[in-house]
């Protein structure tokens, strides 16, 4: 299975975003045509699979992102950072580490011709997204969420409004990048490397997890190999579809990336995933925007909206802007609603975003299981899941990269802890090292739900972007 292929559409959206980027480049790069700049993405792209697949030859799952981070700081060529960043980026967020996922790739939201006025003032009032988009679910038949896959703040609010709209009467649930070949995925009861891409994530995991228990049909909507463009885009459009016809009552939720959900407009030369399936079903679904208003490691990177709005309200959860009965979105043509995440504010190398608006609590992790042995992989799975299951939360323990090397030897009082989010249920902690050796084993339960722990002020402020 090759992700640049389940992921052309993202990272043709990548070289045309890049294509453009002129921070910190040389003389001659600034030089460069557009077509040359393009050949050398192209050929960071090549260089980048091989990269991955050789990443994909070690034995565990840190040893792989180990490789990868290795050959992205021993090659400073401008165009492969930036193609590169993105395949790095999937691996931070699998071993948990969102904030170097944030650095590593962004796609710069700069204000756009098309874009709406700005939501402050003319009458438009912030509310809590998850109260709106379930208002305004209520009569329908498909709700679509998209997400941005370096960045898994964009997949929580999903995993939150899970339970409510099963509440509602959905019936199923389609994901991008699951995997076809996983025929006993709804009968285990969770998700395994080998159920999809991306759902090496946690995160990922944890809303497939969260679906299956809540007893939705989980359907691979995705088409292996189809390539870019029209050819995936209607391919996928006609799996969704086919659910109705096979039961004209169901009700589907969607969680797809950038934009495949768009209703108009063209995508990638032709049409995207959500306007092949109104065309071919008359079914107009309700398209959920969550990757354009979220914080970026650089601020000048964010919507000029986003600035403004986090600067006037102080956004503490997913936040959406209504006009009685009207709602607010970006982009008017090709989305019902746009979502504003708060900024992020970390703690012990983790988000509290991760705490899914309270559906988990943060368990504090120390190196004490990795028996000295640095870096370190802290996993937790759940107790009643086997040890292929993907995991509900991984950390890795490790001393900080800019006092010393990524791998040595370390006594706990050199090494700072880090935390998990977990939900109130009974886990297993593993610590692997880069070879996937166990180091160390432990049993943990993790009670109700209670809110995060109080810091002192300088913890509790969102983090500073970098200019």
């Known amino acids: 299975m090759n992700p640049r292929q389940l992921c052309a559409a993202g990272m043709l959206m990548t070289i045309g975003v890049c294509a453009a980027e002129t921070i910190n ?17 192209l050929a960071a792209a090549d260089k ?5 697949r050789q990443a994909n030859k070690q034995p565990g799952l840190l040893g792989k992102y180990l490789h990868m981070q290795a050959q992205y700081d021993a090659n400073h060529e401008r165009a492969f950072q930036v193609i590169f960043g993105q395949y790095l980026s999937w691996f931070q967020t699998f ?16 204000a756009q011709p098309d874009d709406a006025p700005s939501p402050l003032g003319d009458g438009y009032l912030a509310r809590p997204a998850a109260d709106v988009i379930l208002e ?14 370096s960045a898994p703040i964009t997949r929580t609010l999903t995993i939150e409004l899970l339970s409510k709209l099963r509440e509602q009467g959905f019936t199923h649930f389609a994901a991008e990048t699951l995997y076809r070949t996983d025929k006993d995925l709804q009968q285990r009861g969770y998700p395994t490397p080998d159920s999809g891409f991306y759902v090496n994530e946690p995160l990922y995991g944890e809303m497939v997890r969260t679906a299956v228990k809540l007893g939705f049909k989980i359907v691979a909507y995705d088409v292996e190999n189809a390539g870019a463009g029209d050819a995936r885009e209607l391919a996928g459009a006609q799996n969704l579809y086919h659910i109705f016809k096979q039961d004209p009552q169901a009700r589907l939720i969607v969680n797809a990336g950038f934009a495949h959900i768009q209703k108009s407009g063209k995508y990638l030369g032709g049409s995207s995933m959500a306007e092949f399936f109104q065309k071919m079903s008359g079914i107009d679904p309700l398209c959920v925007e969550q990757t354009m208003l979220i914080s970026h490691a650089l601020i000048d990177r964010n919507h000029p909206y986003y600035t403004a709005v986090t600067q006037s309200h102080r956004l503490t959860q997913p936040t959406v802007f209504v006009n009685g009965d009207k709602a607010w979105t970006l982009k008017p043509k090709q989305y019902d609603i746009s979502v504003f995440f708060p900024p992020t ?14 559906l988990r609590s943060e368990y504090k992790v120390s190196s004490d299981l990795c028996r000295g042995q640095l ?14 299951a993907v995991a509900a939360d991984r950390a890795m323990i490790s001393i900080p990269r800019e006092s010393s090397s990524l791998e040595q030897q370390a006594t706990s009082h050199d090494v700072p802890p880090s935390r998990l989010f977990l939900r109130p249920d009974k886990y297993r902690l593993t610590a692997t090292d880069r070879n996937s050796r166990v180091l160390g084993v432990s049993e943990i339960v993790v009670e109700n739900t209670r809110p995060l722990a109080q810091r002192d002020q300088r913890e509790g402020q969102p983090d500073a972007p970098t200019q």
Request: one cysteine or more; charged letters at 25%; aromatic letters at 10%.
């Open 48 to 52: 980048s699979d091989e990269i991955m």
């Open 25 to 41: 480049v040389s003389p001659t790069e600034r030089e460069m045509s557009a077509g040359e700049w393009r050949q050398r993405q």
């Open 345 to 358: 504010t970390t703690f012990q190398q983790r988000p509290d975003w991760a705490a899914i608006g309270g």
């Open 95 to 110: 071993i948990g580490d969102y904030a170097g996922a944030a650095a590593s790739f962004s796609i710069a939201q700069p």
């Open 375 to 388: 870096p370190c992989l802290v996993e937790a799975r759940y107790a009643n899941e086997h040890d292929d």
């Open 136 to 149: 305004m679910t209520k009569n329908r038949r498909a709700v679509f969420f998209n997400e941005a896959h």
